[in-house]
């Protein structure tokens, strides 16, 4: 998958969890157009890799976030030294800056 399809999304889970509009995780992969083993990886990244404090209610059939979190998808011309030849980068090298409940992807 392209970077920018990639992050964009990220940022389309981010939104729906934000709403707290996801319904069960199947439901929410089809609004993605993705497989649920697809979504569910995904969020572990965001909890993982970006500390995003994503929980479910069964109760309201919705992830949230259990802490306000917010993400910033941030361009930045200081980081091109990281791109590589193809100009893809892997979410690993993205992934940079956590301040204040807030997450920074660096993109070039």
Do not use: C, W
Not at 36 to 42: A, P
Not at 60 to 70: A, C, I, L, Q, V
Request: without cysteine.
């Amino acid at each position: 998958m392209g970077l920018l399809k990639y992050l964009d999304r990220i940022e389309r889970i981010h939104k729906l969890i934000e709403k707290e509009s996801t319904g069960s995780a199947s439901d929410f992969s089809k609004k993605l157009g993705i497989s649920r083993s697809v979504l569910m990886e995904h969020i572990r990244e965001m909890r993982e890799e970006l500390n995003a404090p994503i929980s479910f209610s069964r109760l309201r059939e919705t992830f949230y976030y259990e802490k306000s979190f917010s993400l910033k998808i941030l361009i930045s011309s200081d980081l091109k030294k990281i791109k590589g030849g193809s100009g893809n980068m892997d979410f690993e090298s993205l992934l940079r800056l956590k301040l204040q409940g807030e997450a920074y992807l660096p993109v070039t």
